[in-house]
T-cell receptor, first 111, second 112 residues
């Protein structure tokens, strides 16, 4: 078996701050994803990457950057945190597109 | 564009009650349909999947049927337990595509 590790688990930022979330997987999966989860809005795709150094925008990419420098890691940057923003960011990886393996999430709060 | 709709934001049941979570989809062709479950403090995990080839998915007592006529993919379980309390997401994905489209989720709360 494998595991997806997201760091940090909790992230508190200030308005306008640049914040980086990290994700590591040891499944050796090619494809990795970043989803944002808001209460009542489900999971929305921010970025995904089908291989090392590849980046594809999802529906919610504005305000975010991503980086996939190694097959095992995928990072997400909030370019300018919005005041009172609160959401959970979920990283996932897959070898078959139907079955995504998710991490436990990073919970973001912006003061 | 393609979408999945879950109208029930929250469902509260007692143990041994019958579970029915509504999901409808809107697509131009026939994708693979999925149900994911998210337990507290964890990420979502695949519960079951159904394609047009097999028509019905069953896992851990949960089942869902691919209904092209009503474009629905409802999740059912005959008798829920307190441990089934979680958020359930309906989703769809196309073969050879990377993007999984999720519904808004239904929070199931089972009372002991």
């Amino acid at each position: 078996g494998g595991i997806i590790t997201q760091t940090p688990k909790f992230l508190i930022g200030q308005e306008g701050q640049k914040l980086t979330l990290k994700c590591q997987q040891n499944f050796n999966h090619d494809t990795m994803y970043w989803y944002r989860q808001d209460s009542g809005k489900g999971l929305r795709l921010i970025y995904y990457s089908i291989t090392e150094n590849d980046l594809q925008k999802g529906d919610l990419s504005e305000g975010y950057d991503a980086s996939r420098e190694k097959k095992s890691s995928f990072s997400l940057t909030v370019t300018s945190a919005q005041k009172n923003e609160m959401a959970v960011f979920l990283c996932a990886s897959s070898i078959i597109n139907e079955r995504l393996f998710f991490g436990h999430g990073t919970k973001l709060s912006v003061l | 564009g393609d979408s999945v709709t879950q109208k029930q934001g929250q469902v509260t049941l007692s143990e041994d009650d019958f579970l029915f979570i509504n999901c409808t989809y809107s697509t131009t062709t026939y994708p693979t349909l999925l149900w994911y479950v998210q337990y507290p403090g964890q990420g979502p995990q695949l519960l079951l999947k159904v394609t047009t080839a097999n028509n019905k998915g069953i896992s851990r007592g949960f089942e869902a049927t691919y209904d092209k006529g009503t474009t629905s993919f409802h999740l059912q379980k005959a008798s829920v337990q307190e441990s089934d309390s979680a958020v359930y997401f309906c989703a769809l994905v196309y073969t050879n595509a990377y993007k999984v489209i999720f519904g808004k989720g239904t929070h199931l709360h089972v009372l002991p």
